[in-house]
């Protein structure tokens, strides 16, 4: 079924206990990691419980197609719902998910999945639209309201209250990604340091320069092969309290554009065509350096840094590596490919 916009909120918090699966898509990719979180917190009380929590990638399923069924048909150790989660797919699984979704039963498992943008015609979606079991939730950058809503929630946590000044500007400076827009909202309210009124300059002392600036700095140093541009970037976003992980899906979501706007570009459309169809369309600061990529990057090559960049994120929650070690490392070496 296909969750419209004013019901999702409401389903995140109270999941249908008939759904076995739910999908996330969009290009808002924080708001994506954002609600399969909430789905999880639903399903098992610790999101690290290694009985009743399985995470893949759409690489695992393509290495082993039946791992999908087997993990949902496996008895959790002491009992209870599974939760398991699939990430960076795409409609490659529709097939290995119709098969799930006529053998599971809600009361053994549920699956969120997580993807970028799917379009219409995406299987994949229909999929998950059409089915009594499953669920299909698109997830869009904030507008007006909900980033209003997103900044006072945040705010409220911390008994702080933003001027109209304040929110203004807060308004102005976030929304690309929700992830991002929490993690300036919670560096914001560490520099207030308790309870009161956000002024103007309170916002602006805090954030300056969006961190999504820092991120799209990353990720464009990462696809043209500018490692020390890559390096300077690593390095402040690192001193700024980004967490790896962030900046590697931060990464991801880039290089998922670059291999959405490629599949355009295949199907016929020249390189500004496919910019210009991307939800949100390319700003036209970084349009040169897309363009450029685009032009570089080849769909192979761009699925192969898709698997660096998931496996570094798996390698960072699993490994016990130094995580801003795992980080570098992986995207020093999609900027290594980029230069061949």
């Known amino acids: 079924m296909k969750i419209s916009g004013a019901h999702q909120d409401s389903f995140i918090a109270t999941p249908d206990p008939a759904i076995v699966c739910v999908l996330l898509y969009g290009p808002d990719q924080g708001l994506v990691g954002e609600r399969a979180r909430k789905l999880s917190a639903a399903v098992v009380d610790s999101p690290d419980d290694p009985f009743r929590v399985v995470e893949m990638t759409g690489a695992n399923l393509k290495a082993d197609p039946a791992r999908l069924l087997d993990e949902a048909q496996a008895m ?193 459309k020249n390189p500004d065509q496919a910019m210009k169809s991307l939800k949100p369309p390319v700003m036209f600061m970084q349009a040169d350096r897309f363009r450029a990529q685009l032009q570089r990057w080849r769909p192979a090559n761009l699925s192969q840094a898709l698997d660096i960049l998931s496996e570094a994120e798996m390698d960072c929650k699993t490994t016990g590596m130094p995580v801003e070690a795992v980080c570098s490392r992986a995207l020093m070496r999609i900027a290594q490919a980029a230069r061949r």
Do not use: W
């Not at 006529?102 to 999945?113: K, R, S």
């Not at 079991?133 to 007006?144: E, G, P, R, V």
């Not at 409220?156 to 909202?185: C, F, I, K, Q």
């Open 76 to 268: 959790a150790f002491g009992g209870g719902r599974r939760l398991l989660k699939l990430r960076d797919v795409g409609d490659a699984v529709s097939k290995t998910l119709r098969e799930f979704l006529q053998v599971a039963t809600a009361a053994d498992a549920l699956l969120v999945v997580e993807a970028a943008e799917l379009g219409p015609r995406s299987s994949l979606r229909k999929l998950c639209e059409s089915e009594k079991n499953a669920a299909s939730i698109a997830c869009y950058s904030d507008d007006t309201g909900s980033l209003a809503r997103v900044i006072g929630e945040t705010l409220s946590a911390h008994n702080l209250r933003p001027s109209r000044d304040a929110m203004a500007y807060l308004a102005d400076s976030l929304g690309s990604d929700r992830s991002v827009t929490r993690g300036e909202l919670e560096k914001l309210a560490l520099y207030m340091g308790g309870p009161g009124t956000v002024e103007l300059d309170d916002a602006k002392a805090a954030i300056g320069d969006s961190a999504a600036t820092a991120l799209d700095n990353i990720s464009l140093s990462a696809g043209s092969g500018d490692r020390a541009g890559l390096d300077k970037a690593l390095t402040r976003a690192f001193g700024e309290g980004s967490h790896p992980v962030q900046i590697l899906r931060a990464v991801a979501r880039h290089f998922l554009r670059l291999h959405l706007a490629a599949g355009l570009v295949t199907g016929g």
